[in-house]
């Protein structure tokens, strides 16, 4: 079962990069 955890980590820190960068891009459109 650790496995699964530890798989589910990165997957969750993965994720929440990607919506930190998309976040920061349409932050960006916004308010040129």
Known sequence: ???VSEI???TQLVI???ALKY???LL???FK
Do not use: Q, R, T
């Open 1 to 3: 079962m650790a496995l």
């Open 23 to 25: 976040k920061s891009l």
């Open 16 to 18: 929440l990069g990607l």
């Open 8 to 10: 589910a980590d990165k």
């Open 28 to 30: 960006g459109i916004v």
